[in-house]
């Protein structure tokens, strides 16, 4: 069974530093990895996906990598803003019916 | 934004009452999914689509059933609603494969008395 972990659970910064969310994933037998943001009290919004075959994404300040094989992967946020407050997530897609698991998270929230 | 409405998106029920929330799609994918959010577990799935009449279950499925008669829409039913199945409810599609996104509908907030 897939377990999928975040570690911090929760990070507080100030505004402007860069900053390195982790991600880690039981089975490499993956499909693709995808990172999301969730505001509260909203659904998710997809920020990048990475292909399993696919070192690293970006998209803007944030760059994403992976590295299968040892069943991690990182999100990147460079000079960090208040508006990048949010839960983020990661989530594995499996090689078999397409289904996603989670992990619960990291909270950040990015102080003026 | 993909096309994904959830209804309703709030909800109080009571105790041993039956319960659907519906996820209709525009975007023709051909995987659906219900999952819950609870504190302190994430997000975990509860069914999932891979086209019309065919389902599966995840890994939290007791108690609850699905349908998906037509592509757009997929239904999540509560059997008879218990307070344990309080929580969050969330819609996805995907079109499968290594390149797709999976997009999440704005959730359905379910609170069994």
């Known amino acids: 069974k897939q377990e999928v972990t975040q570690i911090p659970a929760a990070l507080s910064v100030p505004e402007g530093e860069n900053l390195v969310l982790n991600c880690s994933f039981t089975?490499?037998?993956?499909?693709?990895l995808q990172w999301f943001r969730q505001d509260p009290g909203k659904g998710l919004t997809s920020l990048l996906l990475?292909?399993?075959?696919?070192r690293e994404q970006t998209s803007g300040r944030l760059n994403a990598s992976l590295d299968k094989s040892s069943g991690r992967s990182t999100l990147y946020i460079a000079a960090s803003q208040p508006g990048d407050s949010a839960t983020y997530l990661c989530a594995v897609m499996d090689g078999t019916a397409s289904k996603l698991t989670f992990g619960t998270g990291t909270r950040l929230q990015v102080t003026l | 934004d993909a096309g994904i409405t959830q209804s309703p998106r709030h909800k109080v029920t009571e105790t041993g009452t039956p319960v659907t929330l519906r996820c209709h799609q525009t975007?023709?994918?051909?995987?659906m999914y219900w999952y819950r959010q609870d504190p302190g577990h994430g997000l975990r799935l509860i069914h999932y689509?891979?086209?019309?009449?065919?389902?599966d279950k995840g890994e939290v499925s007791d108690g609850y059933s699905v349908s998906r008669s037509k592509t757009e829409d997929f239904l999540l039913t509560l059997e008879s609603a218990t307070s344990s199945q309080t929580s969050v409810y969330f819609c996805a599609i995907s079109d499968g494969g290594i390149w797709t996104e999976a997009f999440f509908g704005q959730g359905t907030r379910l609170t069994v008395v």
């Open positions: 990475i292909q399993s075959s696919q």
């Open positions: 975007e023709n994918h051909r995987y």
């Open positions: 089975d490499s037998a993956i499909y693709n």
């Open positions: 689509s891979y086209g019309v009449k065919d389902t």
